[in-house]
């Protein structure tokens, strides 16, 4: 079955800095890679997701890169603020109905 | 659409006792997930409905974990009986077609198991 990594699991950037959050999936069938944002105490909710069919998303200061020949995707956070502080989950989904999440990046930008 | 609706959102009971928690999706959905997170193994999918039908509970980690859903606009997860290391945040969350859509997670259920 598919298997998600996520590196690193816990992330500090300084205000204004940038920050990166990668994963590597294991099914080379898996098609549809979102992110998930959970802020302390509240649910996960997608801030942005890519299809197998491009290589590179952007919305305002967040991106997302994937690699199909190396089954890698990352996201990307420019200028970061106070606010962007939170748990960063990665996730690939097969088109099975079944997504499968990494373990979560801590991030914690330094005002 | 008030969004996902979980109940209760906190529980607390006492070891060996049965713990339902509630789950409606979002209206029109058809696929519903019921995922556990806990800050060891962070998030898990446990169980999967497409058009209330279960599509794979290979997550479910032991035969005292059941879950139904009779309807459309319904789900359970039922411990039966409960042990401390059951507790943890449990989440469930609905998507339109389920595969390649994004999915909208509910509050969550705390459960405590003392």
């Known amino acids: 079955g598919e298997n998600v990594e996520q590196h690193p699991s816990t992330l500090s950037v300084q205000e204004g800095d940038s920050a990166v959050i990668k994963c590597t999936y294991s099914?080379?069938?898996?098609?549809?890679f979102p992110w998930y944002k959970q802020e302390l105490g509240k649910r996960p909710q997608l801030i942005i997701d890519i299809r197998s069919n491009v290589g590179e998303k952007k919305d305002q200061r967040i991106a997302v890169t994937l690699n199909k020949t190396a089954k890698h995707f990352s996201l990307h956070i420019t200028e970061t603020q106070p606010e962007d502080s939170a748990v960063y989950f990665c996730a690939a989904d097969t088109g099975g109905f079944k997504t499968i999440f990494g373990a979560g990046t801590r991030l914690f930008v330094k005002a | 659409d008030a969004g996902v609706i979980q109940s209760p959102r906190h529980e607390v009971t006492e070891m060996g006792q049965e713990v339902t928690l509630r789950c409606k999706p979002i209206s029109g959905h058809n696929s519903l997930f019921w995922y556990r997170q806990t800050m060891m193994r962070g998030l898990e999918l446990l169980i999967y409905?497409?058009?209330?039908?279960?599509?794979?509970d290979s997550g479910m980690p032991e035969d005292r974990f059941s879950a139904k859903m009779p309807n459309a606009s319904f789900s359970t997860l039922k411990i039966q009986p409960s042990e401390p290391r059951d507790s943890a945040v449990y989440f469930c969350?609905?998507?339109?077609?389920?595969?390649?859509?994004?999915?909208?997670f509910g509050q969550g259920t705390r459960l405590t198991v003392v």
């Open positions: 099914d080379s069938a898996s098609n549809y």
């Open positions: 409905f497409n058009n209330n039908v279960p599509i794979d």
């Open positions: 969350a609905s998507s339109l077609e389920g595969a390649n859509t994004e999915a909208f």
